[in-house]
């Protein structure tokens, strides 16, 4: 039964009461691309850009990188494409671009920070996107990962637009930036919230070790707080504030991050049926609530029953 709701709603995101909700699929790689293209969305919402850069010992150069940029943007004409530049480092090691010596990886130099390191990669990057998005009519975004500060998120921006790519924003997944978020929106057309690292920092947990699971929960009432805090930034300057982390495809807390004012959610294109029936089934204000419950719960398994026994009533 529970499947045949999710077939029956199609179309852009929507809570009951008609409050849009973007709906984006991830995607990591050209292999998932025609599922991608084929998922009933409205984009893109994190396009990982590191499959490109895997298993090599140089960096692809910028024809190489176009050719595959177009292929995604030509499969998304029409729709909105979020391309995340290189985020190189901790679970991501490229022996191109971050360095094997160091003793805490996820604590190094990692995402945006290999661009101060290596200024070329980023470049080249760069320069491919804009070639790309030039030939297609998606609507390109172009976002950095791992950033802390609001002076790299400026950095960035200024540069993603002086290549001519309009719009440009940053990821929060460390809590520092959602801290300081209104800070960081300044610069930035949009934000989008990695909730898998910011689960791993917030909580100071590695997120590739399976005995920290319970840490590592997207209902942590920490993690949420920090959504919470980053989606009020955004709203305070009329931002989208999305969410592209694992937490977008779990129906329940999908519901909870629109509560929280997220208004985007990106996931695996095969989640994004039964997370648009669950919105269609919900409205904004019931979202709220949920939200309530799920943030003053006093930790992630009974924010995620408090939540889900509201549902069942
Ligand atoms: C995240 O950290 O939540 C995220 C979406 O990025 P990745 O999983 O690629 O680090
Ligand atoms: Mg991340």
Redesign the pocket.
């Known amino acids: 039964r529970a499947r045949r709701a999710a077939e029956s709603v199609a179309g852009p995101g929507r809570t009951a009461d008609g409050h849009p909700v973007a709906l984006l699929v991830n995607l990591g790689g050209l292999a998932e691309l025609p599922a991608a293209a084929a998922a009933d969305s409205e984009g893109v919402g994190?396009f990982?850009t590191e499959f490109l850069h895997l298993d090599r010992d140089r960096a692809p150069g910028m024809e190489e990188q176009t050719a595959a940029y177009r292929e995604v943007f030509a499969a998304f004409a029409g729709r909105r494409v979020v391309v995340r530049t290189l985020?190189a480092g901790a679970d991501k090691p490229l022996p191109f671009a971050t360095a094997a010596d160091e003793p805490n990886p996820a604590l190094g130099v990692r995402g945006l920070r290999t661009a101060a390191r290596d200024p070329h990669l980023l470049e080249t990057q760069l320069a491919a996107i804009s070639a790309a998005a030039e030939d297609f009519g998606a609507q390109v975004w172009v976002m950095a990962?791992m950033v802390s500060l609001p002076r790299e998120a400026a950095d960035f921006t200024a540069r993603v637009r002086a290549h001519g790519l309009p719009v440009a924003g940053a990821m929060v997944?460390v809590p520092a930036a959602a801290l300081r978020a209104r800070n960081l929106a300044g610069p930035c057309d949009f934000l989008s919230i990695?909730?898998?690292?910011?689960a791993q920092y917030a909580l100071a947990a590695d997120r590739t070790l399976g005995n920290l699971a319970e840490l590592l929960d997207p209902w942590q009432p920490a993690v949420l707080d920090l959504v919470a805090m980053t989606a009020e930034a955004g709203a305070a300057r009329d931002l989208p504030v999305g969410v592209?982390?694992e937490a977008a495809a779990d129906p329940a807390l999908a519901l909870v991050l629109v509560g929280l004012g997220v208004t985007s959610l990106s996931a695996a294109p095969g989640c994004l049926p039964a997370v648009r029936a669950a919105l269609a089934a919900h409205s904004l204000d019931r979202c709220r609530h949920l939200a309530h419950l799920a943030r003053t719960a006093p930790d992630a398994s009974s924010a995620r029953t408090a939540v889900l026994t509201a549902l069942a009533d």
């Open positions: 994190l990982r985020d990962p997944e990695g909730t898998n690292d910011l592209c982390g």
